[in-house]
């Protein structure tokens, strides 16, 4: 069973300000990285796929950084908004395919994040 | 470009019935992977199809099912439903398997008496 763990597990934070979180994953048999958004009563809004150690990922206020060797992926959100309040998933694809009992997508269980106007 | 749609949105059933959940990816989209998500245990992988073949399978009793069809359509079926089914139902279609970004329905609510 792949682990993959996020933290914190909730964040408040004001209006205005910056945060990060971290998605820990294994090191071995690394294929993607993805991150989701994932507000509530909607469905999970891709953000980013990561694929290559080193990489980095902008969308508008929001960024990402990739590190494969060490197993880990950072997601910055910059002057946090109230839309930005959501629960932010990270998931680790493996390059283990066709598998019966493997996982193809092992999701975190998230950060929830809160913007406190 | 529609979106990821999936029926019924909510589902009431009781314990021994089973269940058949849908699934339509969008247009071009090949690959169609199943999730369930429960408070506990969060998002976690049921199977993903690619051109009609399951290509991949999470670690779920044999009472959890599915296919896809010629036009992509999946659907996925529960027999024998126990009380721990309860839960949200998410599929998500991609153009392509692997590195691909996934993109997700509005899943299905099931709740088991």
Same mark, same amino acid.
């Given at each position: 069973?792949?682990?993959?763990?996020?933290?914190?597990?909730?964040?408040?934070?004001?209006?205005?300000?910056?945060?990060?979180?971290?998605?820990?994953?294994? @090191?071995?048999?690394?294929?993607?990285?993805?991150?989701?958004?994932?507000?509530?009563?909607?469905?999970?809004? &891709?953000?980013?796929?990561?694929?290559?150690?080193?990489?980095?990922?902008?969308?508008?206020?929001?960024? &990402? %950084?990739?590190?494969?060797?060490?197993?880990? @992926?950072?997601?910055?959100?910059?002057? @946090?908004?109230?839309?930005?309040? &959501?629960?932010?998933?990270? &998931?680790?694809?493996?390059?283990? $395919?066709?598998?019966?009992?493997?996982?193809?997508?092992?999701?975190? %269980?998230?950060?929830?994040? %809160? $913007? $406190?106007? | 470009?529609?979106?990821?749609?999936?029926?019924?949105?909510?589902? *009431?059933?009781?314990?021994?019935?089973?269940?058949?959940? +849908?699934?339509?990816? *969008?247009?071009?989209?090949?690959?169609?992977?199943? #999730?369930?998500?429960?408070?506990?245990?969060?998002?976690?992988?049921?199977? =993903? #199809?690619?051109?009609?073949?399951?290509?991949?399978?999470?670690?779920?009793?044999?009472?959890?099912?599915?296919?896809?069809? +010629?036009?992509?359509?999946?659907?996925?079926?529960? +027999?024998?439903? =126990?009380?721990?089914?309860?839960?949200?139902?998410?599929?998500?279609?991609?153009?392509?398997?692997?590195? =691909?970004?996934?993109?997700?329905?509005?899943?299905?609510?099931?709740?088991?008496?």
């Amino acid at each position: 069973i792949l682990n993959v763990e996020q933290s914190p597990q909730s964040l408040h934070v004001q209006e205005g300000d910056s945060t990060n979180f971290t998605c820990s994953f294994p @090191s071995s048999n690394f294929y993607a990285l993805h991150w989701y958004r994932w507000e509530t009563a909607k469905s999970p809004e &891709a953000l980013f796929v990561m694929t290559l150690n080193g990489d980095e990922k902008k969308k508008g206020r929001i960024s &990402a %950084t990739l590190n494969t060797k060490e197993g880990y @992926s950072y997601l910055y959100i910059k002057g @946090s908004q109230p839309e930005d309040s &959501a629960t932010y998933l990270c &998931a680790f694809e493996t390059t283990t $395919i066709s598998n019966f009992g493997n996982e193809k997508l092992t999701f975190g %269980t998230g950060t929830r994040l %809160t $913007i $406190i106007p | 470009k529609a979106g990821v749609t999936q029926t019924p949105r909510y589902l *009431i059933k009781t314990r021994g019935q089973q269940v058949t959940l +849908s699934c339509s990816p *969008i247009s071009g989209h090949r690959s169609v992977s199943w #999730y369930q998500q429960t408070p506990g245990q969060g998002l976690q992988f049921l199977f =993903e #199809y690619f051109s009609e073949t399951q290509r991949n399978k999470g670690n779920f009793p044999g009472r959890f099912s599915g296919r896809q069809f +010629s036009n992509s359509r999946s659907e996925m079926n529960v +027999s024998t439903l =126990e009380l721990g089914d309860s839960a949200l139902y998410l599929c998500a279609s991609s153009l392509w398997q692997g590195q =691909e970004t996934q993109y997700f329905g509005p899943g299905t609510r099931l709740l088991v008496l």
